[in-house]
């Protein structure tokens, strides 16, 4: 997919992206701060060994001479200085400090201090804040904030290495504007010329502008060799554009472009690409993407988004992860919503483009046109009872299916209590469906009502007890009983209600199924205990296991599809949750879910990390789904050496006995430059096995920019808890 960030414009001679506190933690030399102990009054004021006075009124001072101008100071051999036309020429050993972070060496030049203009040749200048140094023949004030540079140099490399430098035969840059103009300008790699320009026009600071963004180069097999030129529009203040041509080697030109726009009451992004003709699929392809939010009150709001992709190919194409690759449908809402101090009520109108063509039918989602949902909550309304209250109508519409509406009411109340060492919290509910259908079989009602009582209580107690050093342990049991009679639910049709998963947090729901087109009968009762350890002083959660069951005391005879068989164990599966902190570096998680009926593993789950900071990291994750999948996850991104890193995933899927990713590179780090080179492959058809091979390669100048395949996305989606330094 596109992305891009809008905040690097190529060539820029004067870095403008913000400056990381670390960045230059690998550089040797950076010059201190002037300490300036007069007050900014704005006055003039001269320190020399010797000082003369002549008729004409020109000063002369000579031997350790400082000359200080609010938050600036001159040094230089010897001064001269003409009161009447308040100016100002330095002779020998010139040498210029800021506050803000610029200071020079220069042979000799000259200032009128009131239009502040001037001249200094043979200039070595240095900026602090971005590590930027560099040299030209000469650098001339022009007036308050303006400046110009004649054969000009810049790099963010220490003094004596000049790995990369930008240089052009003259510069302009007006600090007012955050505007700067460049002639002739050249980039160069170890003295390997990468880039040059004529003329251009650039940003001396963070803000945006018009201009060209570094451009981005890759190779995959689904693309061959990929190079896209991206140009980004400042159109406003609170918009802006891009448009990115991208030329793949084995597919044709691709045309990206995005359009961003932020006020008061709305903010929005579209994004587009479009590749005509693509020499593979043999025909065009586009997606297009959008997310627009727009709120005329504080408590209205408006908020459409949604995808769209020509075929059911472009996302294993041209995705960039396992996720798009794996997508089966995508979303196309608008919502409409209102909320207010107790209540809220949402109007939504939904969509859904199913882009995996072996899904048809009544497997694919319904349509929501429209759906109206309102929801209010009124704590301690009376006598310390919560009530609240869920309302829907919604009408459904599929192809060549049961469609129809469907109206669902549902109030409740309940009365929470508690104390230091105790909750209880007793809740009754009251769902009320109807369904008015259309579609269905012969002799079937098109009238269908459903309604039943949902009642439970859920109550836990709190022990602890210290333990050696500064630590308590907790004994945290708690019970959950639910009671919902049974109801025939066989003839009502499904429209978006499915089951939820097993798990934990799942022993103390009041609801079985995530729609209103199945509740699920119920007399059961939830026993679990929790045991943790804190540490007293900090808070910090260091251990934590908890284990649970379901008791049930009836069949549970209500079952997402009519032809699905009752569950008539008088028990759940065994869920236990473990989670182990012995310092600040490792961090250990885990979950099984055992059937003592089959003496039967359901899932189970394992993850052990260790992490010092975003770039010493390391993972090792295993999961298994009974019958579904069975899979180890590696990641990790470690120092090598004190410039050198490593980075790696390897996904395999042992139920499959194949690799789901593999990711491997390294990574480069100095003083004023990075890089990194990754070589990819992941799978992009879990059903054919067909996989998707890459190498990427970036390159990153300090205080410029990147050249190359942006990683760090990649890398961050990839390794968890990897944190991109560029």
């Known amino acids: 997919m596109y992305r891009h960030a809008p905040s690097l414009i190529l060539c820029a001679s004067v870095a403008f992206t913000p400056a990381l506190a670390d960045e230059w933690a690998l550089c040797d030399y950076l010059p201190p701060a002037p300490e300036i102990s007069h007050a900014d009054d704005g006055r003039l004021r001269f320190e020399a060994d010797r000082a003369f006075l002549d008729r004409d009124g020109i000063s002369r001072l000579e031997g350790n001479v400082e000359v200080f101008e609010g938050t600036r100071i001159f040094t230089a051999d010897r001064f001269e200085y003409e009161h009447a036309r308040n100016y100002l020429e330095a002779m020998g050993n010139v040498t210029f400090d800021d506050k803000a972070g610029l200071s020079f060496e220069s042979s ?22 971005r590590h930027a140094r560099g040299k030209a023949s000469a650098i001339e004030p022009r007036g308050p904030d303006r400046f110009r540079l004649s054969d000009a140099s810049y790099t963010t490399c220490d003094p004596g290495r000049q790995d990369w430098q930008l240089t052009a035969s003259r510069v302009d840059l007006n600090q007012d504007s955050g505007r700067g103009t460049a002639r002739n300008v050249l980039l160069r790699f170890h003295r390997v010329p990468l880039l040059y320009t004529p003329w251009i026009n650039f940003p001396i600071d963070d803000r945006r502008q018009t201009g060209l963004l570094l451009p981005s180069i890759g190779n995959a097999d689904s693309t061959g060799l990929d190079v896209e030129i991206p140009y980004y529009f400042n159109l406003a203040p609170n918009r802006d554009a891009i448009l990115a041509p991208r030329y793949l080697g084995r597919r044709g030109i691709m045309l990206g472009s995005q359009y961003r726009h932020m006020s008061g009451s709305s903010v929005g ?70 909320q207010a101090s107790n209540w809220n009520l949402l109007a939504r109108v939904e969509d859904y483009q199913t882009v995996d063509d072996n899904i048809v039918g009544p497997d694919r989602p319904y349509k929501r046109l429209p759906q109206l949902l309102y929801r209010g909550d009124w704590p301690r309304a009376t006598h310390g009872i919560d009530l609240g209250m869920r309302a829907e109508w919604v009408s459904f519409d599929r192809r060549d299916s049961v469609t129809g509406q469907r109206t669902d009411i549902m109030p409740e109340a309940s009365l929470p209590l508690q104390g230091a060492a105790w909750f209880l919290t007793p809740r009754v509910r009251y769902r009320l469906t109807h369904y008015d259908l259309e579609g269905q079989p012969s002799g079937a009602d098109s009238q269908l009502q459903r309604d039943v009582p949902i009642a439970s209580v859920d109550g836990g107690l709190f022990f602890d007890r210290p333990l050696q050093g500064d630590r308590f342990q907790t004994l945290e049991p708690r019970v959950f009983y639910r009671y919902t009679p049974y109801r025939d639910q066989d003839d009502i049709p499904r429209f978006d209600t499915s089951e939820y998963g097993f798990s934990f947090d799942q022993l103390f729901r009041d609801e079985s199924f ?44 209500v079952r997402l599809r009519p032809e699905d068989t009752p569950r008539t164990q008088d028990s759940s599966s065994i869920v236990a949750e473990a989670a182990w902190r012995p310092d600040r570096y490792w961090n250990v998680r885990g979950t099984t879910q055992w059937d003592p009926h089959r003496e039967q593993t359901e899932r ?50 042992l139920e499959d006995h194949r690799d789901l990713e593999i990711l491997a590179g390294l990574e480069y780090n100095s003083c004023c430059w990075g890089a990194r080179v990754v070589a990819r492959r992941y799978l992009t058809d879990g059903v054919q096995g067909e996989y998707n091979e890459g190498i990427y390669f970036q390159l990153i100048l300090k205080g410029l920019g990147s050249l190359g395949t942006g990683l760090g996305e990649l890398l961050s989606e990839g390794i968890l808890g990897y944190e991109d330094d560029y």
Do not use: C, M
Not at 524 to 543: C, K, M, N, P, Y
Not at 610 to 619: E, I, L, S, T
């Open 514 to 557: 995530s729609g209103p087109d199945r509740v699920a009968n119920a007399n059961q009762l939830t026993t679990a205990l929790t045991s943790r350890v804190v540490d007293a002083s900090s808070g910090t959660e260091r251990f934590r296991v908890s284990l649970g069951q379901i008791q049930y005391f009836d069949d549970q005879r």
């Open 269 to 338: 992004r579209f994004d587009l690409e479009y590749l005509q003709d693509d020499e593979v699929y043999g025909d065009d392809r586009s997606w297009f993407t959008w997310d627009q939010e727009w709120r005329p009150t504080s408590r209205l709001r408006l908020h459409t988004r949604g995808t769209d992709v020509s075929d059911a190919d472009y996302l294993s194409d041209f995705g960039s992860s396992l996720d798009d690759t794996s997508t089966t449908h995508l979303e196309r809402r608008a919502d409409l919503s209102y």
């Open 108 to 129: 000799a030049g000259h200032l009128y201090l009131d239009s502040e203009e001037g001249r200094f040749k043979e200039v070595e200048y240095f900026f602090r804040p």
């Open 604 to 653: 189970r789950t394992a993850q052990l990390q260790y992490r010092q900071d975003g770039n010493r990291v390391a993972n090792l994750g295993y999961r298994f789904q009974e019958d579904r999948l069975e899979q180890t996850d590696l990641s990790f991104a470690w120092p090598l050496s004190k410039r050198w890193d490593a980075v790696g995933r390897w996904a395999y899927s």
